[in-house]
């Protein structure tokens, strides 16, 4: 016969079972959530040297950089003292040479282009069989090698044969020739015409 003293008993280990076993189920579920993995680099090279190709087989562009180092989780590729060079076009026959010291890679998705950002100590050489060039300095350019196309929002130095331009921002039309300047709340659009010698 189960007097009161050991009913209460019965209960409380009855509780304490009941207890343990769904603590024990939350504990399975807390462990078995999945992780979140880091951004931890996959794949890194030092002097590394990339060459794209058109889809033509003709060269595009190529990229030397002293050590580059993949993301995989964000799918970014970093550069350190990069050098790119635009190759020559139909429309455009001398190479463009950019040199900076970071740089990094956004690969081509769905919604973009391949982008291609430099920043710290920009400057971008075009020298021409004729004896022309055309040298850009900045801060930051942002590249889109599909395009043959650079842009910044940062302050710019063009320098050419026939003088010097100073803008606060810049979008260039690499294939082209054209650059259209804009300006800055510190840096207003100014060229300076050097003498043509003869």
Do not use: C
Not at 33 to 62: C, S, V, W
Not at 135 to 160: C, G, H, M, R, W
Not at 167 to 178: F, H, N, Q, T
Not at 189 to 198: E, Q
């Amino acid at each position: 016969m189960i007097n009161s003293r050991n009913l209460i008993f019965l209960v409380l280990v009855l509780l304490v079972a009941v207890a343990t076993n769904y603590m024990s189920e939350n504990e399975t579920l807390i462990t078995e959530q999945p992780t979140f993995a880091k951004n931890d680099p996959d794949l890194y090279m030092l002097k590394a040297n990339i060459l794209q190709y058109t889809n033509e087989g003709a060269k595009q562009h190529r990229i030397k950089a002293d050590r580059l180092t993949h993301f995989p989780l964000t799918d970014i590729t970093t550069l350190v003292e990069p050098n790119m060079v635009l190759y020559p076009t139909e429309r455009r026959p001398d190479p463009w040479d950019i040199t900076s010291r970071h740089g990094r890679l956004l690969p081509k998705v769905q919604v973009r282009d391949e982008v291609v950002e430099l920043w710290d100590d920009v400057l971008a050489v075009r020298n021409a069989s004729n004896g022309k060039f055309i040298q850009i300095q900045t801060e930051s350019l942002t590249i889109y090698p599909d395009k043959d196309y650079a842009e910044t929002n940062q302050k710019v130095f063009i320098d050419e044969n026939s003088g010097r331009t100073i803008a606060g921002g810049m979008k260039a039309y690499l294939d082209e020739g054209k650059f259209y300047f804009s300006s800055s709340p510190d840096t207003r659009v100014r060229t300076i015409m050097l003498p043509a010698f003869k």
